[in-house]
C-alpha cells in the first residue's frame, strides 16, 4: 500500500495520455445499495476507473447506482447522502475526500451504519491505499462480508492474477507459495502435490488444505487418497483473484477446515465487453492458450466465458506428450433490487504425466549428487518403454494402462452464489456448488533402493529357493539370465536396477455442497451471523497396486525380463510381480452444521468476535474382500504371479456416525486506525473422519487447539502482516504405504499427536519510488507427541525455516511500463519419514521474471525458474523404512532444473 501523494505520483503518469473525457462516457452501471468499502470499489470496476478513497469508510452506505449515467453523474448518485465528495481528477482517476461531520448529524438512509457506532472522522496522516500490483484491499474468504484486509484480523493472503503470472506456476498448488506459514512440494508435475500446514502432521496428500471456488469447497473431504484437493483444480484467466487463509475463523464456516483455505474467485461479467487472449511457450516445449471475454446480456445481467488448452513434452523428458488437455469456464451474474446472484460451470479434461523419485547418490556425510547417466533435474524414469503395458489385475485378467495419463481429470465443477440485502441491517448470502466426474492416476511409483543386477538376480535365487513350490516344481536355481524385455539384449550383472510399481487408480467422485448464512445487527454494535451447511459426497474406487517392473536405473527406464537357470521365469514383460493390492469399493458420506457467530463492535477500535459449529456425518461404504499370495496362473514357476491379490465376491461394509463441536474466539484493536491492526485468536477445530481412515483403522477422534497472534500494519511505504502460532493436536492418525521386495504393497498405521509453534511474517517494503522487496517467511518447530519412540521427532516433511525474498524495480521504457523482478528462496532442512532416519538438506533457488505492458493492451511476462539450477530434494523415500538416505545409491524426488517461460497477453 502507499500514502495517497505516493499512489498519485505513481498512477497519473500512467494515466497522463487517458481522454480527458473518460468520466464523461455513459456506461450502464448496475451497483446495489451496500457498505461504502466494497460499493465504491463495484462502481470503480463497472466504470473502468481508479477511486483513491480517504480512511474512515467504515459505517458509510453508498447508495444504488442502476442505469445508464456517465461516470461522473454515477459517481454523484453512489455518494449521495454521505459525507464523501470529489476532490480530484486525472486522467481516468479520481480522488475522494470526506467531509467533518458533527456528532448530531442524523445519517441518512444512504449512509446509516451497519453497525451502532459514532461516526470517525478520518486521521490527519494521508490515506493509505492499496499497492497497485496487489488486489483489491477487501477479503471475503473467513470474513461475513467483505471486509478490508487491514481490519479482518486474519493471517490471509491475496494474490491478483497478474501476480500469478509473474509466478508462472507450475500447478495449482505453487500458488500456495505466496503465503507463509505453509510448505508445498510441488515436483509432481502439474499435479500431484503434497501440502503441509502450520506443523499439521500428516504423511502426504493435502488433508488440512481446502480449495474453495467463490468460497464453497470444489470436494469437502480433504483426505482424499490420490485426489488432493489441488489436483482437482486448474487456474487459468477466468480467476480474479486468489486468497490464502491459514486458520482464523475457518473451523467454524464451510467444511470447518481447520487447517488452511485458498479461494479463488472467478472473474465475472462487466457492463461493456471486454477480454483477452495469453500465448504461453516454455523450452521444454509447452504451448498454451488461455481467453477470456466478458460482457452484457442485459441491463441487468452480464456475462464471462473462457478456458485454456495446452500441450507441453514435460518439465522432466518422458519421451511422450506429458501434458495435454484443456478447461472452459462460464458464469452469468444478475443483478436485482436489493441483491445479486451468480451462476457457474467449468468444465476440465486435462491429462498429467505424474514425476515421482529418482536414483541419486547419498555421498554418506549428509550431501547428495547425481546417479551416474541420469540428470536428476530434467530426468525421469518414465518413458517410451514403459508407456503402455497391460497389468495381471486377476487369473486370466489383464487391464491396459497408459503412463501418459498420469494425474488425469474429467472433471465438471457448477454452483451458484446470492448475496441479497432484503432489509437494513440483514445480509443472506448462500454459497453453492457441485463436482462430479474422474480423477484418476497412473504413475510409476519407486520402491527400494537400486543395487546391482547381479544382487537383484542373486535375491531372486535366494527367494525361490526357499519357496517350497517352486523348489518342488523346478528344483533349485543357482543364476538367472537377464534381457531386455523389449529387444532380448542380454545385459551385464553391475548394471544398477531397481523396481517400481505401475500403479493404477480410477476414482469416480462426486460432492454437492450449500451454504447458507443469515446476518443481522442487533442492539449496540452487534453483528449476528447464524447458518446452515449441508454436504453430500462419494467417491467410487478401482486400485490396483503392486505391478512391480524390473527396470534399468537410467533415464526413461527399460523394463528387464529375468529368467532362472532352472526354468523358472522371474518375470513377465518386464514386470515382477502382479498386482499385490487390490482396492474396489465404494463411500458415501453426509455431513450437516449448524453454526452462529457474533461480532460486538465495543468501540471504534476494539471488536470481539466469536463462534460455535455443531456438525455431524454420516459415513458408510463397502470394499470388496481380497485373498492374498494368489497364484494367478497356478504354475509356481511363474515367480511373476505368485503372489497377487485375488478379488473376492464378498465385501466389507462400514459405517460411522460422528460429532463435532468446534468453536473460535478473537479479538481485534485497531491499535492505529488505518495503520496497525492486532488480533488474538483462539480456535478449537478438527477434520472429521474420512473414508479411508474408516476402512484402514476404524473411527477416530481428532481435534486441533490453536491460539494465534499478529499484526498488520500499513504505515507508509510498508505494508507487512506477522502471526505467531501455536498448536496442539490430539488423536491424528495417518498411513504410511510401504513397497515390500517381493512386490507387495504393504502399510503402517501411525496414531498419536504434535505439538507446533511458529512465526510467519508476509511483507512488502516500497523502498525508493522505483523498488519494492517482498518478503515472506517462516520459522516453525513441530514435534510429535504420543508416538512412542517417535515422541520428540520432528514433524515429517515441513522445514523449520523458510523464507523467499524479492526485489523488484519499476520502470518505463519508450511506451512500456517494466517490472523486473528476482527471487531468492530458501528451505530449511527436513524428515521425509516420521523416525527422522530420512534427512532431506536445505536447499535454495533463485527465479527471476520481466512483466512489460503497452498502453494499448499488449503485454508480456517473461518468467526462468531456478536460474543456477540448484540441486534440492523435497521429498525421500517415503514407501521404504530406515536410514535409506545415508550412503550410496538412493531414491529421492528432485527439484526441477531450469525451465524458461514466455507468456504474450493482449487485453480490450
Not at 761 to 782: C, H, L, M, V
Request: aromatic residues 8%.
Amino acid at each position: 500500500m502507499f500514502p495517497a501523494r505516493l499512489t498519485g505520483a505513481i498512477i497519473a503518469p500512467m494515466l497522463a495520455s487517458a481522454p480527458v473525457s473518460a468520466l464523461a462516457q455513459p456506461i450502464n452501471f448496475h451497483v446495489v445499495e451496500q457498505p461504502a468499502v466494497t460499493g465504491i470499489p463495484e462502481f470503480a470496476r463497472q466504470a473502468k476507473i481508479q477511486i483513491v478513497s480517504p480512511a474512515g469508510l467504515a459505517g458509510l452506505r453508498t447508495r444504488a447506482v442502476k442505469g445508464r449515467f456517465t461516470v461522473e453523474e454515477g459517481l454523484h448518485r453512489l455518494l449521495g447522502g454521505t459525507n464523501l465528495y470529489i476532490v480530484a481528477r486525472t486522467g481516468n482517476a479520481v480522488s475522494l475526500a470526506s467531509r467533518p461531520q458533527s456528532s448530531a448529524a442524523t445519517p441518512s438512509v444512504a449512509m446509516r451504519p451497519a453497525r451502532a457506532e459514532p461516526p470517525r472522522k478520518a486521521p490527519a496522516a494521508p490515506p493509505f491505499e492499496p499497492d497497485a500490483d496487489r488486489v483489491s484491499d477487501l477479503v471475503v474468504t473467513g470474513t461475513v462480508s467483505p471486509e478490508r484486509r487491514l481490519d479482518a484480523g486474519l493471517a490471509i493472503t491475496t494474490a491478483s492474477l497478474e501476480q500469478i503470472h509473474a509466478l508462472a506456476p507450475n500447478n495449482t498448488a505453487d500458488l500456495l507459495k505466496f503465503a507463509p506459514g505453509i510448505w508445498a512440494e510441488t515436483t509432481g508435475g502439474a499435479t500431484g502435490a503434497n501440502v503441509f500446514v502450520r506443523g499439521f502432521p500428516t504423511t502426504g496428500d493435502a488433508p488440512f488444505l481446502t480449495v474453495q471456488l467463490d468460497s464453497a469447497p470444489i470436494f469437502p473431504p480433504t483426505e482424499l487418497a490420490f485426489s488432493e484437493n489441488t489436483t482437482l483444480f486448474r487456474v487459468d484467466d477466468m480467476i480474479d483473484h486468489v486468497e490464502i487463509l491459514r486458520g482464523g475463523t475457518s473451523p467454524i464456516l464451510s467444511n470447518g477446515q481447520p487447517g488452511a483455505v485458498i479461494n479463488f474467485i472467478q472473474r465475472t461479467g462487466t457492463p461493456e465487453f471486454g477480454g483477452g487472449l495469453r500465448l504461453t511457450a516454455t523450452d521444454y516445449a509447452t504451448r498454451r492458450a488461455d481467453a477470456y471475454l466478458t460482457g452484457p446480456l442485459a441491463p441487468d445481467t452480464v456475462f464471462a466465458v473462457g478456458g485454456f488448452y495446452r500441450t507441453s513434452a514435460g518439465v522432466r523428458n518422458t519421451q511422450f506428450l506429458a501434458d495435454r488437455g484443456g478447461q472452459i469456464s462460464a458464469n452469468l451474474t444478475h443483478h436485482f433490487a436489493d441483491g445479486v446472484v451468480t451462476a457457474y460451470a467449468r468444465y476440465t479434461r486435462d491429462r498429467n504425466a505424474f514425476y515421482t523419485g529418482a536414483p541419486l547418490i547419498a555421498d554418506g556425510a549428509g550431501g547428495f549428487s547425481a546417479f551416474p547417466g541420469f540428470d536428476p533435474l530434467r530426468d525421469t524414469l518414465i518413458g517410451s518403454d514403459t508407456r503402455r503395458l497391460s497389468i495381471e489385475t486377476g487369473p486370466g485378467k489383464r487391464l491396459p494402462v497408459n503412463l501418459d495419463e498420469g494425474r488425469g481429470l474429467d472433471l465438471l465443477i457448477a454452483g451458484a452464489s446470492l448475496d441479497w440485502s432484503p432489509g437494513e441491517g440483514i445480509q443472506v448470502t448462500n454459497r453453492l456448488n457441485l463436482t462430479t466426474g474422474d480423477a484418476n492416476t497412473i504413475g510409476l511409483f519407486t520402491g527400494p533402493v537400486p543395487t546391482t543386477l547381479g544382487q537383484y538376480i542373486a535375491d531372486t535365487v535366494a527367494r525361490a529357493n526357499a519357496d517350497p513350490r517352486v523348489a518342488m516344481a523346478a528344483g533349485r536355481a543357482s543364476s538367472g539370465q537377464a534381457v531386455l524385455a523389449a529387444t532380448g539384449a542380454p545385459l551385464a550383472s553391475d548394471r544398477y536396477v531397481l523396481t517400481a510399481g505401475l500403479w493404477s487408480v480410477k476414482k469416480t467422485i462426486t460432492a454437492f455442497t450449500d451454504e447458507l448464512r443469515v446476518s443481522r445487527s442487533i442492539g449496540d454494535g452487534h453483528r449476528l451471523t447464524g447458518g446452515l451447511y449441508v454436504s453430500a459426497y462419494r467417491s467410487d474406487d478401482l486400485r490396483y497396486f503392486g505391478n512391480n517392473l524390473l527396470l534399468l536405473a537410467e533415464p526413461n527406464a527399460r523394463r528387464i525380463d529375468l529368467r532362472l537357470d532352472n526354468g523358472v521365469q522371474a518375470s513377465r514383460d518386464g514386470f515382477v510381480s502382479a498386482t499385490t493390492s487390490q482396492i474396489i469399493g465404494d463411500s458415501r458420506g453426509a455431513n450437516i452444521a449448524l453454526f452462529l457467530s457474533d461480532r460486538w463492535t465495543v468501540s471504534e477500535r476494539i471488536s470481539l468476535n466469536a463462534g460455535v459449529r455443531i456438525e455431524h456425518q454420516s459415513l458408510q461404504g463397502s470394499v470388496r474382500d481380497v485373498l492374498g499370495n494368489a497364484d494367478f496362473d497356478g504354475d509356481p514357476r511363474t515367480l511373476y504371479d505368485n503372489n497377487g491379490a485375488l478379488l473376492l465376491q464378498s465385501a466389507t461394509r462400514l459405517s460411522n456416525q460422528a460429532h463435532q463441536l468446534s468453536w473460535t474466539a478473537g479479538l481485534v484493536h485497531k491499535t492505529l486506525p488505518d495503520r496497525l491492526t492486532l488480533h488474538l485468536r483462539f480456535n478449537h477445530g478438527s477434520n472429521l473422519q474420512s473414508f479411508e481412515k474408516l476402512r484402514i483403522s476404524g473411527p477416530r477422534n481428532q481435534s486441533a487447539d490453536v491460539l494465534e497472534a499478529g499484526g498488520d500494519l500499513a504505515a507508509g511505504p510498508v505494508r507487512a502482516s506477522m502471526n505467531v502460532f501455536a498448536n496442539r493436536f490430539t488423536g491424528l492418525q495417518f498411513t504410511r504405504l510401504l513397497a515390500q521386495p517381493d512386490g507387495t504393497v504393504g502399510s503402517i498405521i501411525l496414531v498419536g499427536g504434535a505439538d507446533a509453534s511458529g512465526v510467519e511474517i508476509d511483507a512488502d517494503i516500497t523502498s525508493a519510488p522505483r523498488w519494492k522487496i517482498e518478503f515472506r517467511g517462516t520459522y516453525q518447530n513441530g514435534r510429535y507427541r504420543g508416538f512412542g519412540d517417535n515422541t520428540g521427532n520432528r514433524v515429517v516433511r515441513q522445514p523449520n525455516v523458510q523464507f523467499a525474498v524479492s526485489p523488484i524495480y519499476s520502470t518505463h521504457i519508450a511506451r512500456a511500463a517494466v517490472k523486473l523482478r528476482a527471487t531468492y528462496t530458501y528451505v530449511g532442512e527436513r524428515y521425509s519419514d516420521v523416525e527422522n532416519l530420512q534427512r532431506l538438506p536445505p536447499y535454495s533457488t533463485v527465479d527471476t521474471g520481466m512483466h512489460a505492458e503497452l498502453d494499448n493492451g499488449l503485454y508480456a511476462d517473461l518468467v526462468a525458474q531456478n536460474v543456477f539450477n540448484a540441486f534440492g530434494l523435497t521429498e525421500g523415500n517415503t514407501r521404504v523404512l530406515g536410514a535409506v538416505l545415508s550412503s550410496g545409491p538412493i531414491i529421492a524426488r528432485p527439484l526441477f532444473g531450469r525451465n524458461v517461460s514466455l507468456s504474450l497477453g493482449y487485453r480490450f
